[in-house]
T-cell receptor, first 112, second 113 residues
Framework: GEDVEQSLFLSVREGDSSVINCTYT??????LYWYKQEPGAGLQLLTY?????DMKQDQRLTVLLNKKDKHLSLRIADTQTGDSAIYFC????????????FGTGTRLLVSP | DTGVSQNPRHKITKRGQNVTFRCDPI?????LYWYRQTLGQGPEFLTY????????KSRLLSDRFSAERPKGSFSTLEIQRTEQGDSAMYLC???????????FGSGTQLSVL
């Protein structure tokens, strides 16, 4: 099946690091993505990683990829209250046409 | 061009009515996608266009749903004989390819009473 799994909820204090985890299903997925969704809004592309990479850093965001375990994580350094949102990981499975398959999302709550 | 634009933002309709949503993608993007998102879930793929050709439709897209992209630019999604189960956020996205990811609009929130 095409199930991308994420933990439902994460709560951190402002200034701490946040780590959001994701397990995907298709080992032949070539690109993996992280999106952010604020209430009532569409999805904002945060970052993505190619499957031949182990790590990608972009300012406060660090993506780690473990292909063997099909595990993807997003670390947000120095988390701010404005980072409170739902975070989705997504993969493009090797189904013969191109679509993104999303996880159920992790709600991040950042308290002052 | 400031991004993917969707209209309307909100639509309230009575069960059995038809509704139509519009999506204007980023102008140079040749690929356009429709997704549906219900509360507490991630977006689910509905259909995909490359230019004006509809190349893939999900099993979620019943025969009451139809999507068009007549000139390879804007797209419309029509739902006929709406049901309460159609209540959801309908998201449109566009891309040049998929390696750089999809860019989403703000969505149309449909409420069927």
């Amino acid at each position: 099946g095409e199930d991308v799994e994420q933990s439902l909820f994460l709560s951190v204090r402002e200034g701490d690091s946040s780590v959001i985890n994701c397990t995907y299903t298709d080992s032949s997925s070539t690109y993996l993505y992280w999106y952010k969704q604020e209430p009532g809004a569409g999805l904002q592309l945060l970052t993505y990683i190619f499957s031949n990479m182990d790590m990608k850093q972009d300012q406060r965001l660090t993506v780690l990829l473990n292909k063997k375990d099909k595990h993807l994580s997003l670390r947000i350094a120095d988390t701010q209250t404005g980072d409170s949102a739902i975070y989705f990981c997504a993969e493009i499975p090797n189904t013969g046409f191109q679509k993104l398959v999303f996880g159920t999302g992790t709600r991040l709550l950042v308290s002052p | 061009d400031t991004g993917v634009s969707q209209n309307p933002r909100h639509k309230i309709t009575k069960r059995g009515q038809n509704v139509t949503f519009r999506c204007d993608p980023i102008s140079e993007h040749n690929r356009l996608y429709w997704y549906r998102q219900t509360l507490g879930q991630g977006p689910e793929f509905l259909t995909y266009f490359q230019n004006e050709a509809q190349l893939e439709k999900s099993r979620l897209l019943s025969d009451r749903f139809s999507a068009e992209r007549p000139k390879g630019s804007f797209s419309t999604l029509e739902i006929q004989r709406t049901e309460q189960g159609d209540s959801a956020m309908y998201l449109c996205a566009s891309s040049l390819g998929t390696t750089g990811g999809l860019f989403f609009g703000s969505g149309t929130q449909l409420s069927v009473l």
